[in-house]
Nanobody, 119 residues
Framework: QVQLVESGGGLVQSGGSLRLSCAAS????????MSWHRQAPGKARELVAA???????RYGDSVKGRFTISRDNAKNTVSLQMNSLKPEDTAIYYC?????????????WGRGTQVTVSS
């Protein structure tokens, strides 16, 4: 079965950095578009960053220039390097896999990892 397991969340001060990782199994990882989404309390889930099977990337406007998504097809992992973190980045971050390799969210989700940025 498909499993996406996020790690790397935690508590960090404003201006700090965190690196999230997502380990995937049960899918042909290299063929999937992988993405990170986040949901803050009382808000809708939003796209943070996505990377296609071919390595093209997209970012949400609020994280451009601060976050970087990358993938390692040999290890079936996708990572999100988050720099210059702000309190408004506080949310649960979810990993997503889309076997159609299109820019919308796919059917597979991880359970999420909490990121808390203190001011």
């Amino acid at each position: 079965q498909v499993q996406l397991v996020e790690s790397g969340g935690g508590l960090v001060q404003s201006g700090g950095s965190l690196r999230l990782s997502c380990a995937a199994s049960g899918i042909t990882f290299s063929s999937n578009l992988m993405s990170w989404h986040r949901q803050a309390p009382g808000k809708a889930r939003e796209l943070v960053a996505a990377i296609s099977a071919g390595g093209r990337t997209r970012y949400g406007d609020s994280v451009k220039g601060r976050f970087t998504i990358s993938r390692d097809n040999a290890k079936n992992t996708v990572s999100l390097q988050m720099n210059s973190l702000k309190p408004e980045d506080t949310a649960i971050y979810y990993c997503n896999a889309n076997p159609r390799n299109t820019w919308d969210a796919g059917p597979y989700w991880g359970r999420g990892t909490q990121v808390t940025v203190s001011s």
